[in-house]
Every structure is written in structure tokens, then in C-alpha cells.
């Protein structure tokens, strides 16, 4: 049966108003491709438990911005320091109060509060801890959710559904990484240039990192790993010879926060 | 019964008046709000939660403390209270409301309200206080109404209220306990990461609603014909006193905790309450103000002379309601959220919109009381109670 589009709108439009809307349309016309579609691509990046390990023995300052940007820039997180219409004048508080961040870099006393001491090394003191969604196999953020809009996959990552958030952000307030962002205004202004391929958000509602789900589905890497050089380790938990467990047996790792039995899957090579 | 609300005196129209006329200011603002988000209030990334969550948590108490009416009354046959359990009912249909809509107005995405509803989620504690909240309306709502009209007709309230409102008195508390159970099951706000939560939340708010009963009682005892009656705003005094008590004490059990264990991530919310923290400390003033506040009322309250002497009661009950105002509504939210989890500070005041908001919230609620109580009270005056 060919069809073309317009003919496709006018039928399911149609079919709507008698009742035969969503899928019911889908399978009369185009049959099998909703199944077809939820199917992963056979190229698709799959694992039991996805981890990532930061190792800070190889991340410097230049390759941590090189991670955060092109996160920034594949995922249309606004930067609103940077405003398209230069026209708006942005306050430096509200640009600090509004930002919206899934990857960035933070001191150690505040990446590890509570582990820092008088006496830690320089070098320590000096670098720049990528900080991002942890991912936790029990994650505060899931439990508190009141409408499951975010949610934990399978293979442990924590996801948002940014259509049936509600904006409430009991999830900001049960996180204890500060990892989720709300969009305090329209963020749209201040994307500087828009990747078509993925969704920008609307005002109101929770975002955060989400190990690129979108990227793995389609067989790439996350976007910051990629760039990282080998300073940022991913891979599958579920497998022994993975790299990313290969990496946790041979070196000695720190988590954020363990103690909250969250279980972050984000380890660091100090 | 309706009917009662819509005649009354040149009085009640111009309170009316005035109370549409704030809420309407305050419906600007929050169209506002919508246009533009909640950017316009004075919350970020890191105090995420402010103003409206705070009214919110102040008022589900005041709701609960209409239990301090309807238990003597029901359950102890304290026919003294039998004059006022409807005005405490119908405060806390107010109060029920006001929470209601500072929910709301809170939310990023209002228009996807009923997403709680479509995807029921019981491992999240707001789903259950949605669940508690709406039910405590309705069983106000139901209860308040038959038994007023009951008293109108001069019978005997249906049969099957009663178990409605021997159901409604766990069910008070359980609106304030779950309302607590929001702040105190996160694992990295060291704030709210207690125990005595509940408890201190429920003392709290048995101070302040009875407290704001008893004001509502000289009200209309002074502007109708109407009398609550002497003994009644006696017991609530008393209920105030204790329950102001229990709630410093609970106050200081957690300050013990916190001070003597010595943990950082407890201790440096207090320290930011009440000390200032790095050079910040917009609260502090306020937080000195609640708790001395709180104290000397306490010490004043549990003279009987002072209670006996209205006007010093009246008194005494307003820096009762205002400084358990300040505990709730200024220092428990913003406190859990400075510092933030990364140790750094962020302070929090509400804007000039979000001020507004709020207050046309409030005037919202009171609208409500307003028109309630004149259905109860030309009731009681008709049958010359």
C-alpha cells in the first residue's frame, strides 16, 4: 500500500475523529512499524550495568571543558550566560541561580565534602572533578518521582521523561549530588546552535545527564567519553573483561557519597 | 445553607472585596509566572524549593490542629467544644485549599497536573500526601456541612458521619506526618534527615492552629452575634500552651542531637540558621526572633493569669502563630537547602511577584474562611446559639 504524506495526516486525522486515533491508525496504515520502531537498532551499544571511571590522573583542565562543551553543545543545554538576542542583559546571579548543567566541573572539597583535610596534596586541591549524574542503582531521585517520570532502565540508567515531568522537583530535592537542573524560563534563547537531532526542553521541567542513552541506542559512545582521551572509562559492569572493569580492579576508586547507600555508578581515580 | 453567604452585612462585602482584590493581584502575577516560568521567583538550582513549599508545610499543620477541636469533642464528650469544632473544621478547609493551590502554583508543569493521578507512584511520599490531603478535605468538607445543617434543623447528625469523623482524626495527623515524611526520608539534606520531624511538625502545628482558632473566636465574637464562648477559648489556650512546649523541647532534643554528635552535614544548617555561614546570614535575625518568640510566649502562656486576660492571650497567640510561621515557613525549607550538597552557598529570599503570589494565595484561603464561617455563623445566630 503506498501512501503518500499528506494523504497519511488527512487518513489518521480523520480515522482520529472516529475513534481509531494513536496506534490503531499506525497498524491500518503503516502495519508494524510502532513495534518496528521500539526494536533496538541492531548496532545499538547494550549492557548489563553501565559504569563510568574518571580518571583524574589523565584529566586536565582543557580536556574536562572539552567534555563539558561538547555535552553541552549535542544535548542543547543552554548556556545563559550567553544570550542569543544580545539585547537581554542577564544578571551574573541569575545566570548562576538558572543554570542548567549535566556535566561540570567542580574543587574537591565539594565534589568529596567531608574528605577534605588541611593537608591534601596540591595536586588534588588543583583538579577539576567532572561531576555528573551518577546514575545510582538506588536513586533517591526514582524513589521521590510522583509521576515516574524519572525512572531507572534495566541496565541502570537513570532516565527522564522530560514530556510527563511535572516540574514539581522533588527530585532536585532528593538528590544528593546536586545533579538535576530545572529550566527556571524558556531555555530556547540560549541555545547558540540548535543539534536538530536532539529535543531542546521547555521551561518547567527537570533535566539531567543521562550517560547519552540516545548515543548508545544508536552504537556511539557517550559524547564525553569520546572526547575525554582515555581520561574518562565506560563500559559494561556486568562484563569482567570490560574496560571499565578491567580499570576498577587495577586501581583504587572513589565514590561520591557511599555512605547514602545510593550506590553511585560513577567512580574516581584520585 | 449556601444562601447564608450571599446576604450579610455592608462589612462582609467590603472584607470580600478586599480579599478578591488581593487574590486577583496576586492571579497577575502568577499569570505571570506562567509565561515567563518560575524564574521569577526568587528560587535556583540549589534552594529549589522556597516560599510556596514553605506556606504549603505551614498550612497543612494548621488543617491538622482542627483534630484539637474534634477529639475532645467526639472522643473525650468535651461538650464545650461542641460550639466550635465547625469553625476548626472550616479552617481547615481553608487551610486545606490554601495548601492545594501553593502546590500548584509551585509546579513547573500545572497543565500536567494529573500526571500524579495517571501514573499513581506509592514509593513517592507526594503521591500519598495528595492522597491524605484530598481525603482530609473531603471529610471536612462532608462533616463540617451535615452537622452544621444538622444543627440548623435541630436534629441529629446523619448516622453515617459518625464513622466519618472518628475516621477524620487519625487522618489529621497523618497529613502532617506525611507532609514531614516529604523532608525527613532524603538521604543527603542533613536539615530535614530526622526523626523528631513528625512529632515537632505536629507540635508545631498545634500550637499555631488553635492559636489562630482562638483569634478567629474573639473575631467573630466581636463582629456578629455569635459567641465561641469563654471556656472554649480557655481549653484552646491551654492547648496552645502545651503544644508550644512540646515543640521547643522537640527543638532542642534536636539541637542536642546535632551539636553534641558534632556530623558537619547536620550541623552546618543550624550554624547557617542561626549563626550565618561564610559571611551569610539573611536569616539569622528572623531565626533568634522565632525562637525567643516562641520561648517567652511559652513562659507567659503557662500563667493562667495571662491566659485568662484575652487581650494578652490575643496577643501572646499572634507571636505564636508568627514565630511558628518563621520556624516553618522561612527557616525549615530554605535551611535544608543551605549549604547545597556540594558545600556551597546559595541564599534564598522570595521576589516581589513571588510575595504577591503568595499572598493572593493566602487571600484565596481566606476568601474561603470568610464565606464559611458566615454560612456557620448566621446559622448559630438563627437558632440563637
Known amino acids: 500500500m503506498s501512501i503518500n504524506r499528506r494523504e497519511f495526516i488527512r487518513i489518521a486525522g480523520l480515522s482520529t475523529l472516529v475513534g481509531l486515533g494513536g496506534k490503531t491508525a499506525w497498524e491500518l496504515l503503516l502495519p508494524g512499524q510502532v513495534e518496528a520502531q521500539l526494536l533496538p537498532k541492531a548496532n545499538a551499544l547494550a549492557a548489563k550495568r553501565w559504569a563510568m571511571v574518571v580518571d583524574m590522573k589523565k584529566l586536565d583542565e582543557a580536556t574536562a571543558k572539552k567534555c563539558i562543551d561538547i555535552c553541552h553543545k549535542v544535548h542543547n543545554v543552554p548556556n545563559l550566560a550567553v544570550p542569543n538576542d544580545p539585547k537581554v542583559k542577564m544578571d551574573p546571579a541569575d545566570v548562576n541561580r538558572w543554570q542548567i548543567k549535566w556535566i561540570w566541573s567542580d574543587h574537591y572539597h565539594n565534589a568529596f565534602p567531608g574528605q577534605e583535610h588541611e593537608y591534601v596534596q596540591d595536586r588534588v586541591q588543583a583538579m577539576p572533578f567532572l561531576l555528573l549524574c551518577n546514575q545510582c542503582n538506588n536513586p533517591p531521585c526514582v524513589r521521590v518521582c510522583p509521576t515516574q517520570a524519572t525512572f531507572r532502565r534495566e541496565d541502570g540508567i537513570v532516565m527522564m521523561d522530560m514530556h510527563r515531568c511535572i516540574g514539581c522537583r522533588y527530585c532536585m530535592a532528593g538528590c544528593p549530588y546536586g545533579s538535576r537542573s530545572f529550566n527556571w524560563r524558556d531555555p530556547r534563547p540560549f541555545i547558540k546552535q540548535e543539534n536538530p537531532t536532539y529535543p531542546t526542553r521547555e521551561k518547567g521541567v527537570v533535566e539531567k545527564c543521562d550517560f547519552c542513552a540516545e548515543r548508545l541506542a544508536k552504537g556511539q559512545m557517550p559524547a564525553c567519553v569520546e572526547v575525554a582521551g582515555g581520561a574518562l572509562v565506560f563500559g559494561d559492569l556486568g562484563d569482567a573483561k570490560s574496560k571499565v572493569r578491567e580499570t576498577l580492579k587495577a586501581n583504587f576508586t572513589i565514590r561520591r557519597k557511599p555512605e547514602l547507600g545510593s550506590n553511585p555508578q560513577v567512580y574516581y581515580i584520585v | ?39 521569577i521567583t526568587g528560587l535556583g538550582r540549589d534552594v529549589s524549593w522556597g516560599f510556596y513549599i514553605a506556606q504549603f ?35 481547615a478547609v481553608a487551610a486545606v485549599s490554601m495548601c492545594m493551590l501553593f502546590i500548584v502554583i509551585d509546579l513547573g508543569r500545572p497543565d500536567r497536573l494529573l500526571n500524579v493521578l495517571l501514573y499513581p507512584t506509592p514509593n513517592s511520599v507526594l503521591f500519598w500526601d495528595m492522597v491524605v490531603l484530598n481525603g482530609y478535605l473531603l471529610l471536612n468538607i462532608f462533616i463540617g456541612w451535615n452537622v452544621l445543617e444538622a444543627e440548623r434543623n435541630e436534629v441529629a447528625p446523619p448516622g453515617w458521619i459518625k464513622p466519618l469523623i472518628y475516621i477524620s482524626i487519625p487522618w489529621a495527623v497523618s497529613i502532617h506526618t506525611v507532609t514531614a515524611f516529604l523532608y525527613a526520608g532524603l538521604p543527603g539534606r542533613g536539615f530535614w534527615l530526622t526523626a523528631v520531624m513528625a512529632p515537632r511538625f505536629l507540635s508545631s502545628a498545634f500550637a499555631a492552629g488553635p492559636a489562630l482558632l482562638i483569634l478567629l473566636c474573639l473575631i467573630v465574637r466581636k463582629y456578629t452575634k455569635f459567641d465561641p464562648g469563654k471556656e472554649q477559648i480557655q481549653t484552646l489556650a491551654k492547648i496552645v500552651t502545651y503544644a508550644t512546649i512540646i515543640n521547643i523541647f522537640l527543638f532542642f532534643c534536636e539541637v542536642f542531637t546535632v551539636f553534641y554528635s558534632q556530623i558537619p552535614e547536620h550541623m552546618q544548617h543550624f550554624t547557617y540558621l542561626f549563626f550565618g555561614l561564610h559571611g551569610h546570614g539573611k536569616l539569622v535575625p528572623f531565626m533568634w526572633f522565632s525562637l525567643l518568640g516562641m520561648i517567652f510566649a511559652a513562659l507567659m502562656l503557662v500563667n493562667p493569669n495571662n491566659r485568662r486576660d484575652e487581650k494578652k492571650l490575643a496577643v501572646l497567640c499572634g507571636l505564636v502563630i508568627i514565630t511558628t510561621w518563621i520556624d516553618k515557613g522561612l527557616g ?19 521576589t516581589v511577584p513571588e510575595t504577591f503570589i503568595t499572598l493572593g494565595v493566602w487571600a484565596a484561603g481566606f476568601l474561603i474562611l470568610t464565606i464559611l464561617y458566615k454560612v456557620a455563623v448566621s446559622i448559630k445566630e438563627e437558632i440563637g446559639a
Do not use: C
Open chain 2, 332 to 350: 525549615l525549607i530554605t535551611g535544608g537547602f543551605v549549604p547545597n550538597p556540594l558545600d556551597k552557598i546559595t541564599e534564598y529570599w522570595p
Open chain 2, 1 to 39: 445553607m449556601l444562601e447564608k453567604a450571599l446576604v450579610g452585612s455592608k462589612r462582609y462585602y467590603t472584607l470580600l472585596a478586599i480579599l478578591a482584590a488581593i487574590f486577583g493581584v496576586g492571579f497577575l502575577f502568577y499569570l505571570r509566572q506562567l509565561t515567563f516560568g518560575l524564574g
Open chain 2, 57 to 91: 508545610t505551614y498550612l497543612v499543620g494548621v488543617a491538622a490542629s482542627a483534630v484539637m477541636v474534634v477529639l475532645p469533642y467526639y472522643l473525650h464528650n468535651y461538650k464545650a467544644f461542641g460550639r466550635v469544632t465547625i469553625l476548626g473544621e472550616f479552617l
